[in-house]
């Protein structure tokens, strides 16, 4: 039987629908929470939400605009929402680049901001960044991801020094490649920048740098958020938990 150690807990995940959010809802909803799945992808984000007796929150998290004035009430907020472009620098487009800004850093800094008070009050908070191992390492034609997922390990050691005091942690988790549809969208452009076959991207390209060779599961990376929320974690705090089959150890 699952451990209901989530019971009474309200978590917040971004990106909701698919990949390692929906892995997240699962995790917490087994474990007691009652979830709100954060998406913008309609029936998804519904389905998804009904299924596991939580709430869905239709919302594009890169239109900024509409968080500043957000109070957001919630135990655990999980920032998961990312998109991927590949492309050389002189040819990347500036538009796309501050996109890529505005989801992944400018959004996570305002959702914290939103639901640190509540946590604050409560004495109790668990924030858990998805940064990537491109938050510790670059790699060539992804200067907005590389820039976006820095930017956010940083926001995250602040959270942590900031929130010590009133019972709130906040950490990082560092997969290398997961089997995800950002994963999964980003093939037919690697294989055009690095010039080689589609068929040779997860051999010469996504898995070159990890030890072990493949890809990690959704569900492995849910259980790590799934301990960094748990009481068990009260001791970590602005960490960044690498899981990237030995990428980072090099």
Not at 104 to 121: D, N
Request: with cysteine; hydrophobic share 45%.
């Amino acid at each position: 039987m699952t451990d209901q150690d989530l019971a009474g807990k309200r978590a917040v995940v971004t990106g909701g629908a698919s990949g390692i959010g929906l892995a997240c809802v699962h995790e917490f909803a087994a474990r007691g929470a009652h979830v709100v799945v954060a998406d913008h992808h309609v029936y998804l984000t519904e389905s998804i939400a009904d299924e596991v007796g939580g709430d869905p929150w239709l919302i594009d998290l890169a239109d900024t605009k509409q968080l500043e004035d957000l109070a957001l009430d919630a135990d655990i907020l999980v920032n998961n929402v990312g998109i991927q472009r590949v492309s050389p620098i002189p040819e990347f487009d500036p538009e796309t680049f501050r996109l890529m800004q505005r989801l992944m850093v400018e959004s996570p800094f305002l959702l914290i901001r939103a639901v640190l008070p509540g946590m604050y009050r409560r004495g109790w908070g668990r924030v858990v960044n998805v940064s990537s191992a491109h938050g510790l390492r670059a790699s060539a034609f992804k200067s907005a991801y590389v820039t976006a997922k820095h930017g956010l390990e940083g926001l995250s050691k602040v959270t942590a020094l900031e929130g010590a005091a009133h019972g709130v942690t906040s950490n990082c988790i560092n997969p290398s490649y997961v089997r995800t549809p950002l994963v999964e969208h980003q093939i037919t452009d690697q294989a055009r920048v690095h010039g080689i076959p589609e068929d040779e991207v997860l051999e010469k390209v996504l898995l070159t740098e990890n030890a072990i060779k493949r890809l990690i599961e959704p569900e492995e990376v849910a259980s790590l958020v799934g301990w960094l929320v748990s009481d068990k974690a009260g001791m970590v705090t602005g960490a960044s938990y690498t899981m990237d089959g030995g990428w980072t150890a090099r």
